[in-house]
């Protein structure tokens, strides 16, 4: 036997494609897509019997059976016939998995289904040179269902994108009407600008639409964030505004309000502060640190005048508990009094109490009545015992009248006095005693009258 080294015409010289493999320039079976997914993996076929396809004459020489007669593929120099026989039976085994493969792929839907096909006729067109043993006519079938099952494949593929296309394009059309309405109706402005960048974000992610449409889309979508910006601007803006407003209409507040915040005219300051507040609430709010600045002052003045008044009416309620414990004191002193006794003696003391009431002072509302109460039935005892005894001793009427106006003169002129002090109302309890003791001594006057 020759030197298996050296090939002989129609061998496979070293360097040379692989038997079976697609032309230089062609592409590649693995070029036709993604490797199949592993849910759709190839079938691979058992070895097959090269004996029933080819044989290799003892000089080496290699022939394959077709359709169309044998052909000599190669001569081989490597060792007996038998291994030269599985040698092409190899190849052939390996151009079948190349087909196994591409069916796989197509099968599976990855990878393009142009380049599925392209690969497919790359592999046909080498079988008729292809050095091999085995059913070349089977995988020349197959590769035909290939190449017709690519052309469906690929349509479907296209079917399928432009209805993908259809789909984004729609998507973004969503979108992009979506911002428009953000643009120029929202005012949630945190909310709003949160949503047109989310909007953005799923934007980017969504491919496979027509440029020169997804360009408009684009437009419209810039156009719609650019006005959200500049009425979002313009509202804050209007809004800085605003606030630079009101913080100098606080400062003018708190300067009222200092000023108010030592005075000890309780009631007309208590109101003037609850207008001052009534404008602070209705001025908005200044910008945040000045308002927090502004509003502390503001507040501090109030507490200032507040705390003077409180402590004030706390030291006023004690004054008028004393006023109240000092008239309970005049009523047990001046509780013993008879006008049945000595009439004279008893109107004397009940002047002196009344006097002395009188100068006390006022007493804590809740003890007025009782306290007025009491003092009236004193008065009333007195008064009633005076009218019996008028009624008793007429001589002494025109007397007893006198000292009634002189009594009235008395009161009229402690509420002149009480007037000219401020006090009114003390003025009005005098005159209103007034009233009393000229009521009676008109009665004085009529009984000696006759009347």
Do not use: C
Not at 119 to 146: C, M, N
Not at 312 to 335: I, P, V, Y
Request: hydrophobic share 40%; net charge negative; charged share 35%.
């Amino acid at each position: 036997m020759t030197d298996s080294s050296a090939p002989k015409p129609g061998a496979p010289k070293p360097g040379a494609p692989k038997p079976g493999a697609p032309k230089p320039g062609a592409i590649k079976p693995s070029a036709a897509g993604p490797a199949p997914a592993v849910a759709h993996p190839p079938t691979l076929a058992p070895p097959s019997d090269p004996s029933l396809f080819g044989r290799v004459d003892e000089d080496g020489t290699a022939w394959v059976k077709t359709t169309d007669g044998e052909r000599q593929i190669g001569s081989w120099q490597a060792g007996d016939a038998a291994e030269g026989l599985a040698h092409f039976g190899r190849r052939y085994d390996d151009l079948a998995t190349e087909v196994g493969l591409l069916e796989a792929r197509l099968a599976s839907g990855a990878g393009d289904a142009k380049k599925t096909k392209a690969a497919a006729v790359a592999l046909a067109e080498s079988l008729p040179t292809a050095a091999v043993i085995g059913d070349i006519d089977a995988l020349a079938r197959r590769l035909d269902v290939i190449v017709a099952e690519s052309d469906q494949a690929a349509a479907a593929a296209k079917v399928e994108r432009e209805h993908e296309r259809e789909e984004h394009t729609h998507r973004k059309e969503e979108l992009a009407a979506e911002a428009e309405q953000i643009g120029t109706e929202s005012t949630q402005w945190k909310a709003a600008g949160d949503r047109l960048r989310e909007i953005l974000d799923e934007w980017k992610t969504i491919r496979g639409v027509d440029r020169k449409i997804d360009d408009a889309l684009w437009k419209r979508y810039s156009k719609a964030r650019e006005a959200f910006n500049r009425r979002r601007g313009a509202h804050f803006a209007e809004l800085d505004r605003d606030r630079a407003s009101a913080k100098v209409v606080k400062e003018e507040l708190v300067v009222r309000a200092e000023a108010l915040s030592d005075s000890t005219d309780w009631g007309p300051t208590a109101a003037a502060f609850r207008d001052l507040l009534t404008e602070w609430k209705a001025a908005g709010r200044a910008p945040r640190d000045a308002d927090d600045a502004l509003w502390k002052r503001f507040k501090g003045a109030q507490d200032v005048f507040f705390a003077a008044r409180n402590a004030a009416a706390s030291e006023r309620d004690a004054e008028f508990d004393e006023n109240a414990t000092a008239k309970e004191a005049l009523l047990r002193e001046f509780g013993d009094i008879n006008p049945e006794k000595d009439l004279e003696a008893a109107r004397a003391a009940l002047r002196d109490l009344q006097d002395k009431w009188d100068a006390i002072g006022k007493v804590p509302r809740e003890r007025m009545h009782d306290l007025e109460g009491k003092l009236r039935a004193i008065e009333k005892k007195v008064r009633d015992a005076v009218d019996s005894q008028w009624r008793r001793t007429d001589p002494e009427a025109m007397a007893r009248a006198a000292q009634f106006r002189e009594r009235v003169a008395q009161f009229e002129d402690q509420a002149a006095k009480a007037t000219a002090a401020g006090k009114t109302k003390d003025a009005e309890k005098a005159l209103a005693q007034a009233q009393q003791w000229r009521e009676w001594a008109e009665a004085a006057e009529g009984a000696v009258n006759g009347l």
